[in-house]
């Protein structure tokens, strides 16, 4: 059990955003996240990274309760998301987005910063690499030294999901990642996040709005209705569910 | 022997640096992670009337320096916790209430300030050497804006720094990667204190007379202007926005401006200035906002 | 004098103070609702009512009638070109920007008072009236003009807001700029309208201080701290906060000043501000 979400719930106002929502995530699965517009999907990962704070219930990660936690808390303890719309660092070139993600780098301390001894700049170097290789396997090494505003919508979406695997996360919260990506990216992608979930057991919980994709990535999904869990199964379980199709069509 | 440089000359060289020394720690605050210091002039009055007191009580010049810099940063340390509540705009009202609550203390409290009718302060003593020319003033005023500049130097390009500009670009992503962007502001808050408060025990000891009159929002408008006008996040700006700050009183003085106005045409320019940058800088971003919007064509094309 | 004497009279320094504060606070939330920046320069609109006035009727001798009657339109014609020039470019621009630029147009127009009609004080020539005195308190024919044309001018603006065409598509600009643009309203000229109010507004508060008591280049500034603490303390964008937040922070300096001591009165409200940033901060993320 890595992730388990125990009666969320979460109100504006008088709208339920989310609504006593639970369900587990084991490690190693990959679980996509679907309903209507408005369902609360966006709210729920808010929620669980800490930038919402839950009007009720409970957030286990790891067995421990990360329900009130800072967003910097959780990243640090495993849980990487990414966002609807990119938000990647405008002033610092591709690598530089990259290379600020890792944890525990000692020289972002003030002491360790100034004197940057020679440990600090063999990190440095380390996570350089680090960040190097991984370009390669998105493929966009040949703009690392590119400002980061410069690169096509696509090219974002891949260097902000890059820089989150930089701090090698437990689970990882993808936000529509691909949503107006063209074919080539977005396959690019698909084989990056199953080799990471195959030789690093990265668990991956999805919110897609494009069925084909949704449906053949993931072995499970849940879906949210007003921000209320109606089903939770294969893929196949929920192509057939009726209540599933009612949400999608009886709006 | 030595070639005779007019010691007004001197002078000017002085005040550049401790300005220098305000404008960097400013910088590292407002333009690295984004916060606007409105308080910087009461951790400067803070140091210098450290070592004011401390000069009085008859502590040597050191005793005054390290006061002069630990009181104003614990003060940083403090206000960090309201200040901080808030957004970046925020934050400055925030900072200039603590300010004007230090002047006014400083103004009303004349038993400890003497408010309006100052402090004598004397030369600095360091070890037996002692600061009594303006050689050797400036002698030490570079040493004190060395330290400083270094320190915020290597500080900023070092991985602290990323962090700095991570909060200042975008805070949440910044976050969600694992940095606890709240310690890093209180630091930087606390770091630019110290050095604000050096440039104070400096400027107590220079002047060698400390009174309410210069700690004024006046004050904090010019050197934001020093700093806004050299870039924003760039030291080595910064010193040119701290010289044209500086030599441009000298430079209207030759137009035979009475003394008085002198100041109020220097800040209408700063003001006009300060106008002025925002405009073009907000152009330029907008200029890039829409080559932004032409990338987004590849989604279409795709 | 007698505690109940005391309570009057404090209370109706409350009121006055109050009375101002809000007229000021009023227009001043306005902008912020609708543009949602921090507005240093509007505190100086004041200064310049004030001392445009002035100019017109001691130094012309044309009378203060006809100096108010110059003063208020031709400052906030001035307010509505401010907002072309140096607002309108920034409209998308992160909330920090027209700040910076707001300080630098408040310190251009301080300045430039204090250049033309100097640091010293300076004073309306009114004739000499008689106070009037309630059950013991004291209080002079200017205070009460304030107090009635404060509360007035606030009636009036609240009628406004509520139920005049450009009340309402203030409203609707303050709620999302871009779906009221859709809706078919001239944003352009909303926000021009507003600046011109606020302004004339703020002209007609520096006129009230300054018949009230002296004029000084420095009066705006010590308003645009109460104003500040009033808007925050109503809640940013709150007109009626706004109103309500100036009375207490009216209330908190009179009774300071009386209990402890004048010299702090700027402090006071300041440290209200930073209790109330403390206790209920604006949010940054939105919900924590």
């Keep these: ?251 | 022997m030595m070639i005779v440089i007019p010691s007004y000359l001197l002078h000017i060289l002085i005040v550049i640096c401790f300005y220098f020394i305000l404008a960097v720690s400013f910088n590292l605050c407002m333009g690295y992670t984004g916060l606007p210091l409105f308080s910087q002039v009461a951790f400067f009055a803070l140091g210098a009337y450290s070592a004011a007191i401390a000069y009085e009580n008859g502590y040597p010049f050191l005793v005054g320096l390290l006061l002069g810099a630990l009181f104003p940063a614990f003060c940083g340390f403090l206000i960090a916790y309201p200040a901080l509540r808030v957004r970046g705009d925020y934050f400055a009202i925030v900072t200039m209430g603590f300010a004007e609550i230090i002047y006014d203390v400083i103004h009303n409290e004349v038993w400890l300030t003497r408010g309006p009718y100052g402090i004598s302060v004397g030369q600095p003593v360091i070890f037996g050497f002692k600061v009594d020319s303006y050689p050797t003033y400036l002698l030490l005023a570079i040493i004190l804006t060395a330290i400083t500049f270094v320190t915020i130097q290597r500080l900023v390009g070092s991985p602290y720094g990323r962090v700095l500009k991570a909060t200042r670009d975008d805070e949440l992503a910044a976050s969600v990667i694992g940095k606890n962007t709240w310690k890093y502001k209180q630091q930087v808050i606390i770091i630019a204190a110290l050095f604000s408060g050096i440039a104070g025990v400096y400027f107590a000891h220079y002047t060698r007379f400390v009174n309410d009159s210069p700690f004024t929002l006046a004050f904090t408008t010019t050197v934001m202007a020093s700093v806004i006008l050299g870039g924003l996040a760039n030291n080595y700006g910064t010193f040119i926005g701290v010289a044209l700050m500086l030599s441009f009183p000298e430079v209207l003085r030759v137009f035979i401006v009475t003394s008085e106005n002198v100041g109020y045409i220097q800040q209408i320019v700063i003001g006009a200035m300060l106008i002025s940058v925002m405009l073009i800088r907000t152009k330029r971003i907008t200029v890039r906002k829409h080559a932004e919007r032409r990338s987004m064509k590849d989604v279409i094309e795709n | ?288």
């Design chain 3, 1 to 288: 004098m007698e505690i109940s004497q005391l309570i009057l009279q404090l209370c109706f320094n409350m009121i006055i103070a109050g009375g101002i504060y809000a007229l000021t606070a009023t227009g001043y939330s306005v902008i912020q609702a609708t543009l949602k920046f921090i507005n240093f320069q509007h505190a100086q609109m004041c200064v310049l009512g004030a001392y445009v006035a002035y100019f017109v009727s001691e130094q012309l001798g044309l009378g203060l009638l006809l100096g108010c009657a110059v003063a208020i339109p031709s400052v906030a014609f001035l307010g509505v070109i401010i907002e072309k020039v140096g607002y309108k470019p920034l409209r998308n621009a992160p909330s920090m920007s027209p700040m910076i630029t707001s300080l630098g147009f408040s310190i251009v127009i301080l300045n430039s008072v204090t250049l033309i009609w100097g640091p010293w004080v300076k004073a309306y020539s009114l004739p000499s009236m008689h106070n009037i005195s309630v059950f013991g308190a004291i209080i002079t024919i200017p205070q009460l003009a304030t107090i009635i044309l404060a509360i007035g001018a606030l009636f009036i603006l609240h009628f406004f807001i509520k139920d005049t065409k450009l009340g309402k598509a203030m409203r609707a600009v303050a709620d999302n700029r871009d779906y009221a643009a859709l809706m078919g309203i001239d944003v352009d000229r909303v926000v021009s309208s507003l600046f011109a109010l606020s302004s004339g507004l703020a002209a007609m508060t520096g006129i009230l201080i300054g018949i009230e008591g002296i004029l000084t280049p420095v009066m705006g500034t010590a308003l645009l701290v109460r104003v500040f603490a009033a808007s925050i303390i109503g809640g940013l964008g709150n007109i009626s906060g706004a109103i309500i937040g100036s009375f207490v922070i009216a209330g908190v300096e009179v009774l300071g000043t009386w209990f402890y001591s004048p010299a702090y009165a700027t402090a006071y409200a300041f440290i209200i501000l930073i209790a109330v940033m403390l206790l209920r901060p604006g949010g940054f993320f939105g919900e924590k």
């Design chain 1, 1 to 251: 059990m890595l992730l388990r979400i125990e009666g969320l719930s979460k109100h504006f106002g008088g709208i339920k955003a989310v609504d006593d929502c639970s369900f587990d995530i084991c490690r190693k699965q990959i679980v996509g996240l679907i309903g209507p517009n408005g369902s609360g999907k966006t709210t729920l990962f808010n929620l669980i990274s800490g930038v919402y704070a839950s009007d009720g219930g409970k957030i286990y990660f790891k067995d421990m309760d990360i329900t009130h936690r800072e967003p910097y808390e959780v990243s640090t303890m495993g849980i990487g998301r990414t966002f609807q719309l990119t938000r990647l660092f405008p002033n610092m070139t591709v690598l530089e987005n990259l290379i600020t993600a890792p944890k525990n780098q000692g020289g972002e301390g003030v002491l360790l910063g100034l004197l940057r001894p020679t440990s600090v700049r063999k990190q440095e170097n380390d996570i350089k690499e680090k960040a190097r290789e991984l370009l390669q396997v998105v493929g966009l090494i040949h703009l690392e030294n590119e400002s980061a505003t410069n690169l096509s919508y696509g090219q974002q979406k891949l260097l902000e999901l890059s820089r989150t695997l930089m701090t090698e996360p437990d689970l990882i919260l993808l936000d529509e990642p691909f949503a107006g990506v063209n074919p080539v990216v977005t396959s690019k992608l698909i084989e990056v996040l199953n080799e990471l979930n195959e030789e690093r057991d990265l668990t991956i919980l999805i919110i897609e709005h494009i069925m084909k994709i949704v449906m053949s990535i993931a072995e499970r999904i849940i879906v949210l209705n007003h921000g209320k869990k109606i089903a939770d199964g294969s893929p196949r379980d929920i192509q057939a569910n009726a209540n599933v199709i009612e949400a999608y069509l009886g709006v």
